[in-house]
Each structure stands twice: as structure tokens, then as C-alpha cells.
């Protein structure tokens, strides 16, 4: 059975058991001689001589004192009353007990601070409409009570089903109105709000008694106490609020450390399975990069191992041709082959050990060099290019000599591929600008030139494998230069980038110093 139907099922045994209560037990009380059907009854207008007196007072004073047929007529009525108010008493145990015990609560519909405010709302509601019956005495203020007395009962029952449910749940605050509207709350601000209104709602409706109570010397004990109720529930609740949010802190802090995440059921439990979903994702796309990669790098060995032998034929073969005596056109178009060749093997070469190192599988080995040596050791292997392209280097370093621990290997090849580049497509007749900066944790090294075309591209872009200016490409290169300093220096722990300033293009690597250094 659904929820739904199963409550409101419930909700209809209520009703009638308070229906059957509220007429019963009049009936009772009428079969055992007191007065209240007969006050029911009674026209007001036979009261004109009597202005002060009370509806039951007025309802005794017409009483005979003697008895008569007609009276003994009226004990058989009010006897088959008494009976028939036994039964719909009986009717109304009965379904008031199949609706809390057979239907009871399996989850919450207003809660245990929820009843408490309604009781207090229909407690002071039922004082209310009492205070009016008493000063204008009508048979529609009557009919109004019987109602109200039908709700009031309707009230007690509901909230003893919510109370026992309550209990079965193991008294959970989960079931407090409170904190499933401010679990509801798409942001904590409105949460918190839910429960300061809350309160301040409740403490208004205790300080209203407190006064009645010092003005007029009585209170609803009922309604008070069920105030108090409602705000005991209120704090709880926030507490628990609190709690739940230290529990989201939590798996917050174990998601940024990359831990496992534990959902739990408070408050925040809708984020903390979004959370859990986002970390799931980012493992499945690292799993999947991983196995991409490491198939890239399985690949690229691959076909650079199938590549390097027939190149190495192909030069090999050039090399011995070109001892040959061949006409002057067969010596220049052997001379291009073995050109081709040697910068295809060059360029498998860098792309085979760009993907090892970039993947991880060739780890940096750490030694301390001197920096400056390694960049006037770079520098001196280019001095013939440097020479015909026409170009001279200007250098600004921050000290002779520099200790820095890293791979010389590699940023002899960063240093290489930047002052490289620089040449390829540097203007003619300019100069090279190599400059050192000491900062408070770090080296920075600053290799900038005059480019020989326009610069019409981001920098960010650039740096991406293969990629190459537009005016660039008539231009011997692989696209890798770049790619190949940022991924070395960062595989060393240093940091790489470039800027453009118009025409000026600047490479930056940065090396962290070392120990001694700092």
C-alpha cells in the first residue's frame, strides 16, 4: 500500500473516531443526568428573567422536582442514549486504535514540533471560540464547539499517530517539520532562516501566555507547554543542522584531498551525493587518460621503433651514395634526400621522448649544475647559426654562477629548443636578449627576440603540439619546440611559459632554487 493511500485511510479512521467520540460521550453524559444535550436544546429566549445566569444553570432550573410518566419516559430515552454513546465510544477507540497501531506513521507529515505548534494553534483557536460562546450564547457558537470539539479530537489522535511513529523511528529529529523544510532549502542562508523563524514564532506565542498569565491570572496549559515543545524541537533540530553541516565539511575536505566520500543522510545529503557523483567522474576520466596515454606512449613507441629502421637505411644508403660520382644534379638531389631523411628521424626522435617524458615513464634525474655554464655551453653550439642568420645575443644574468638542482640533460634540450627557435624565426640583423632573475624562491630565465613576421596568435596556443604561426610555416620546424621546453621544464618542477609583446616574443622558464639558495 502506498503511502498516500495508507494515510489518508488513517486520517479518515481519525475523523470518524473523533466524530464518534464527540457524540458518544454527550450521549453518555445525558443518560447519566447531566445536562449538557438538554442545554443544547434549550431556546434562550425562556431565559430573558434570568440575565446573569450560566448555560447550565439555566438548564437545571427547569428540572422538576417530582416525578411523572412522562419523566420515566425520558429515563428510557436517556438510558437507550447512554448505550448507544457507549457503542460510538467504543467505535471511536476502536478506529482511533487501528488508525495510530495498524496504519501507524511510517514517515513524517508534520513531526513531532509540527503537532506541538498545531495543538498550541488549536488549543488557543478552542479557548477563543469558548471566551465567545460565553458572551453571546447562541445556537450557532453551540454548533461551532461541537465542530471544534470534533477537531480538537481529531488533533489529539493525529498527533498521537505522529508521535507514535515517532517513536518507532527511534525519536529521529529527522521527523521534525523543522528540519525537513530547511533540508528542502536549496541554499544554508534560507535554512538557517527556516529555523530562526521557527523559534522567534514560537517564543512570540509563549511570551503571549506569559503576559495573559501576569495580566489575567491564566494560561492554556496545553498550548504553553506544546510552545515550549515546538522550540526544545527547533533547537535540536539546529544542532542537528550544525552537525550535518561539519559532516559536508568533511567530505569536502576528503574530496579535495582526493579520500573517499561517505554520503550521509542529514541535510546536506543531496550535495554530498552530487559530490560523491563529481569525484566518481573525475576517477572514471583519469582511468580513462591514463589508459589513453599510456596507449599513446605504447603506440609512438611503436611506430617510432618501425620508423627508425628504414630511416636509418635511408641515411645510411645516402652517406654511402654520396661517395659516389654522381652528376652534379644526382650529388644535389642526394644531398636533399639525406636532408629529409635526417630531419624525419630528428623529428621521430623528439616525438618518441616528448611522449615518454610527458606520460611519466622517464623520470628527471636530479643534479646540481651551474646554470650559467649550462646556458654559455647552449649558447656556444649556436654560434655558426647565430653567425649566418645574422643575429648576436645580448646576455643579463643576475650572477656569474647559479647552483640549481635539476636535469641538465633536459633543460639543456629546453635551452637548445628556445635559442633554436629564436634563430629560425628571429628578423634578420636583430638581436637575441638572454637575461637571469634572481626572486625571492625561484630563477627566472627570459630568452626574448624580434620575430621576423607578424605574431597572430595567442600564446596559449603556440605552446600546443604541432602548432605554428600562420607566417611561420614556409619554415623548417616540427611544431614540437615549445611543446617539448614546457613539458621537460615542468617534468623537473619549473615552470614555462611565453609572452608577445607586439613584435617581441619572449620564452620564460623558471627553476626553483635550491636549499642553500632560499
Request: hydrophobic content about 40%; charged content about 20%.
Amino acid at each position: 500500500m502506498s503511502l498516500k493511500r495508507r494515510n489518508g485511510i488513517a486520517c479518515c479512521l481519525l475523523l470518524l473516531a473523533a466524530i464518534c467520540w464527540t457524540f458518544g460521550y454527550r450521549m453518555v453524559q445525558s443518560g447519566s443526568g447531566e445536562s449538557g444535550i438538554v442545554a443544547a436544546s434549550y431556546s434562550p429566549t425562556e431565559a430573558t428573567t434570568y440575565p446573569t445566569s450560566t448555560p447550565a444553570t439555566l438548564a437545571t432550573e427547569y428540572i422538576p422536582n417530582e416525578t411523572t410518566p412522562a419523566d420515566e419516559t425520558v429515563e428510557e430515552t436517556n438510558g437507550g442514549n447512554k448505550f448507544l454513546g457507549f457503542l460510538l465510544c467504543f467505535v471511536s477507540a476502536a478506529s482511533a486504535g487501528i488508525a495510530v497501531i495498524g496504519f501507524w506513521q511510517t514517515a513524517p507529515i508534520l513531526g513531532p514540533d509540527g503537532v506541538s505548534m498545531l495543538a498550541a494553534i488549536e488549543c488557543t483557536a478552542y479557548d477563543t471560540l469558548q471566551n465567545v460562546e460565553y458572551i453571546l450564547w447562541t445556537s450557532t457558537f453551540l454548533t461551532l464547539t461541537t465542530y471544534a470539539n470534533i477537531l480538537t479530537g481529531f488533533t489529539v489522535l493525529f498527533a498521537l499517530r505522529e508521535l507514535w511513529g515517532w517513536i518507532r523511528a527511534k525519536f529521529s529529529l529527522s521527523w521534525c517539520l523543522a528540519y525537513r523544510i530547511a533540508k528542502c532549502s536549496p541554499k544554508p542562508q534560507l535554512s538557517l532562516l527556516v529555523f530562526v523563524g521557527w523559534i522567534i514564532l514560537a517564543l512570540s506565542g509563549i511570551g503571549y501566555h506569559l503576559i495573559w498569565f501576569a495580566k489575567y491570572g491564566r494560561r492554556n496549559e496545553i498550548s504553553f507547554w506544546s510552545l515550549i515543545a515546538a522550540t526544545v524541537f527547533c533547537f535540536l533540530c539546529l544542532w542537528n543542522y550544525g552537525a550535518d553541516l561539519e559532516h559536508f565539511k568533511q567530505q569536502l575536505n576528503s574530496f579535495q584531498r582526493g579520500l573517499p566520500i561517505t554520503v550521509g543522510d542529514g541535510a546536506f545529503a543531496q550535495t554530498e551525493a552530487q559530490l560523491l557523483d563529481v569525484q566518481t567522474q573525475h576517477e572514471e576520466a583519469v582511468r580513462t587518460a591514463v589508459t589513453s596515454e599510456r596507449f599513446k606512449v605504447e603506440l609512438i613507441s611503436n611506430v617510432s621503433h618501425d620508423l627508425r629502421t628504414p630511416l636509418t637505411a635511408i641515411l645510411g644508403y645516402s652517406e654511402l651514395l654520396q661517395k659516389e660520382a654522381l652528376s652534379p644534379e644526382g650529388q644535389e638531389q642526394l644531398s636533399r634526400l639525406h636532408q629529409k631523411a635526417g630531419y624525419m628521424n630528428d623529428l621521430v626522435e623528439s616525438l618518441f621522448e616528448l611522449t615518454k617524458v610527458s606520460s611519466g615513464v622517464i623520470e628527471a634525474k636530479k643534479e646540481e649544475i651551474d646554470l650559467i655554464r649550462l646556458l654559455e655551453q647552449t649558447t656556444g653550439l649556436f654560434d655558426d647559426q647565430l653567425t649566418q642568420a645574422g643575429l648576436s645575443v645580448r646576455r643579463s644574468y643576475a650572477s656569474d654562477s647559479i647552483p640549481v638542482v635539476t636535469d641538465g640533460a633536459r633543460m639543456h634540450q629546453v635551452f637548445a629548443n628556445l635559442l633554436g627557435n629564436a634563430i629560425k624565426y628571429a628578423l634578420t640583423g636583430t638581436r637575441i636578449y638572454l637575461e637571469v632573475k634572481e626572486t625571492e624562491r625561484s630563477y627566472l630565465i627570459r630568452m626574448m627576440n624580434t620575430a621576423s613576421y607578424e605574431m597572430d596568435f595567442k600564446p596559449d596556443e603556440i605552446m600546443q603540439r604541432f602548432a605554428r604561426g600562420d607566417k611561420a610555416r614556409s619554415t623548417k620546424g616540427s611544431g614540437l619546440g615549445l611543446a617539448i621546453a614546457q613539458t621537460y621544464t615542468e617534468s623537473v618542477g619549473g615552470k614555462f611559459h611565453v609572452a608577445v609583446d607586439g613584435d617581441q616574443f619572449s620564452a620564460i622558464v623558471e627553476l626553483p632554487k635550491t636549499e642553500r639558495n632560499l
